[in-house]
């Protein structure tokens, strides 16, 4: 199976920060990849895919970019409303699974 | 606008079976794919598996075969997730999740989710 790990586990920041998070494939997956955004008791919602490709709805302060085993999300300038944990996902073809990373907390500085 | 809509919370008895639905609207049902995501207390999310909503086809992931049925009643538009012979570990939230692109090829992602199931498993 292809592991994903992300980094920060928690992140601690300000509304109006820029935000990194990355996410690390343990094989290369071209750009099969998703991000994820998910509040307390809600589901999942997804930001971005393709790894760069923003979702119809999503804000355009976020940003994903990278391929092969590195990749990041960016929140350009972080809002009240985007204090959750953010996964990411790989969809390489013909992968023996799905599998998400660990998440990272954005938590309020 | 698209919707899936899942049943509510069950609370049940170690070795007992749960069914669980998830009803999709706003789009043509055997179109897409219905993926199926755990979300065990506390903790990350781990992909089920699916199942082709056109043939019926189900695709379980390896932790989860067995004991887990994916099924349909396409005339309703709804995917059931069954986990039989519960045991305390299976206390999760269990999404069903729309999956875009090729499922087939596990080359998909997922665009929209239900609200997710809370299933508890204790005596």
């Known amino acids: 199976d292809i592991q994903m790990t992300q980094s920060p586990s928690t992140l601690s920041a300000s509304v109006g920060d820029r935000v990194t998070i990355t996410c690390r494939a343990s094989?290369?997956?071209?750009?099969?990849l998703a991000w994820y955004q998910q509040k307390p008791g809600k589901a999942p919602k997804l930001l971005i895919y393709?790894?760069?490709s923003l979702e119809s709805g999503v804000p355009s302060r976020f940003s994903g970019s990278g391929s092969g085993t590195e990749f990041t999300l960016t929140i350009s300038s972080l809002q009240p409303d985007d204090f959750a944990t953010y996964y990411c996902?790989?969809?390489?073809?013909?992968?023996?699974?799905?599998?998400f990373g660990g998440g990272t907390k954005v938590e309020i500085k | 606008q698209v919707q899936l809509v899942q049943s509510g919370s069950e609370l049940k008895e170690p070795g007992a079976s749960v069914k669980v639905s998830c009803k999709g609207s706003?789009?043509?049902?055997?179109?897409?794919?219905i993926n199926w995501v755990r979300q065990a207390p506390g903790q990350g999310l781990e992909w089920m598996g699916w199942?082709?909503?056109?043939?019926?086809?189900?695709r379980y992931v390896q932790g989860f075969t067995g004991r887990f049925v994916f099924s349909l009643d396409t005339s309703v538009s709804t995917a059931y997730l069954q986990i039989n012979s519960l045991k305390a570990e299976d206390t999760a939230v269990y999404y069903c999740?729309?999956?875009?692109?090729?499922?087939?090829?596990?080359?998909?992602?997922?665009?929209?989710w239900g609200q997710g199931a809370l299933v508890t498993v204790s005596s």
């Open positions: 999740a729309r999956g875009r692109g090729s499922c087939t090829t596990t080359s998909c992602h997922f665009d929209y």
């Open positions: 706003g789009y043509t049902f055997t179109t897409y794919g």
């Open positions: 199942i082709n909503t056109n043939t019926g086809n189900p």
């Open positions: 094989q290369s997956i071209s750009t099969w």
């Open positions: 393709q790894a760069s």
């Open positions: 996902q790989q969809y390489n073809t013909y992968s023996p699974r799905l599998t």
